[in-house]
């Protein structure tokens, strides 16, 4: 019975990740409507830092700290150059710049990008199934990108589409940086979102300005800050510890797109074209593929 109980509780949290993540996106756009990019991430930031010291108060592991080394401190703190700062900075540039039905998916790349990225760094290879993988989320790329006008080759934004696939590569480099990091993963984000906090203030005062306290863009900033990088990493994180299957687990992200273009239509008021289902289709092929090949 505990494991069925057990069982239950990882796929409530995992859907409770997936739910979060299926709003991110709109919660995004909404901000930057009253927001730039910079003042997005500092006020999010600045909110995450809060939120997970606050979940880790409440699970009684602020102690943790103290039994960190200077050089765990030191790793995740340069860690924090990379996510939030470099990551979240590009990627909400790229959504600034795209529509959310288009910025979304792309995102869903970085799977991909990480498999390339662990050759050269990771000593790994590539085989047939990688690189039809590689193709199929690529080519979903390009369908999404053009809009379907493959003809022509209209990428719309290229600026912005190529922030969000430069916002794989920042995302991929990450986890690859946390491969032997073996810091609890709650405190080491923390570590990175408190050590991004004064990078992310020196480039908002460099080029942009602090938002005003009345900015209506402050509570969706404030949303992004405490669910997309704070609570749904501890349900996730929950979620893959409780599960006796971590592939049934991780299939539920594969529902998180699909949800969030339903909100995208109805809270942003985006009409979703059906080449956005066409491409985000091919990305997640890819990505399912890649899978296969993991568990083979």
Known sequence: MEGRSDQRLAYLYGLGTVLIWSTVASAFKIALRHLDHLQLLLVADAVSVLTLLG??????????????SGRDILRNCALGALNPFLYYMVLFKAYALLP????????????????????????????????????LSYLGVVVLSTQGNLAGLDFGSPLGVGLALASTIIWALYWI????????????????????LPLILGTTLAF???PEWGNPGLAAAAYVGVFE????????????????????????????PFLSLVLIHFILGETIHATTFAGLALILAGNLLGKRKESA
């Open 229 to 256: 990088m704070g609570v749904s990493f501890v349900l996730w994180l929950m979620a893959m510890r409780l599960t006796k299957s971590t592939a049934r687990i991780g299939n539920l992200i594969f529902l998180s």
């Open 100 to 135: 959310a039905q288009v910025a979304q998916p792309l995102n869903y790349t970085w799977a991909i990008t990480l498999s390339l990225l662990s050759v050269p760094l990771l000593g790994q290879r590539l085989g047939k199934r990688d690189l039809a993988a590689i193709c």
């Open 55 to 68: 979940i880790l108060a409440l699970q009684g592991r602020l102690g943790l700290i103290r039994s960190l």
């Open 208 to 210: 942009s300005g602090l």
């Open 177 to 196: 940086g946390n491969t032997r990091n073996a810091t609890d993963p709650v405190l080491a984000l923390l570590l990175n979102f408190a050590a991004a």
